[in-house]
């Protein structure tokens, strides 16, 4: 099978809920052979990514890629078409350029909130649970007031 069918494949499975790979020592089941031995290194503490820069390791390919941006190369390829943005992370510019088209994926299920990431999301529920403490709403209030004044 050609490279190019072999990354087809693997990138419709990521579009299923199939989990055939099961970890033997805790259960937890993944989509694809290279998570499950990714996963694997979390319970042996092995770290088989080593830094060339600095005495760090890590458990998968993409941490070290992430490290090496921010930590020596400072390397910011994900760029933002409609601005000067760029970021060592495309999770990042694609939060990013929802400030620019003003999606909200993020939906309460609760109440009409609508978020642009999930980490507002999570403190947005935390209201409705009530475990919304004082500092919480302090910052909340904060990054409103600032975003009225822009």
């Known amino acids: 099978m050609s490279s190019c069918c072999l990354i087809y494949t693997r990138h ?8 055939p790979h099961k970890c033997h ?46 930590k020596h190369t400072h390397e910011k390829p994900f760029k933002c ?9 495309v999770s990042k510019l694609k939060r990013h350029i929802r400030s620019h088209t003003g999606e909200r994926p993020f939906q309460c299920s609760l109440c009409s909130y609508a978020s642009r990431d999930t980490y507002k999301l999570k403190r947005h529920m935390r209201t409705h649970s009530g475990k ?19």
């Open 81 to 89: 078409s409609m601005c000067d943005y760029a970021s060592v992370e």
């Open 25 to 70: 020592l805790c259960g937890r089941a993944f989509r694809t052979v290279t998570l499950l031995r990714n996963h694997l290194n979390t319970h042996t503490g092995t770290r088989p990514h080593k830094c060339t820069d600095c005495d760090m390791a890590f458990v998968t390919s993409g941490e070290l890629v992430r490290h090496r941006r921010y």
């Open 12 to 19: 419709m499975k990521s579009h299923t809920d199939e989990r």
């Open 132 to 150: 919304f403490d004082t500092f919480t709403a302090f910052l909340h209030a904060t990054q409103n007031y600032n975003v009225h004044l822009l």
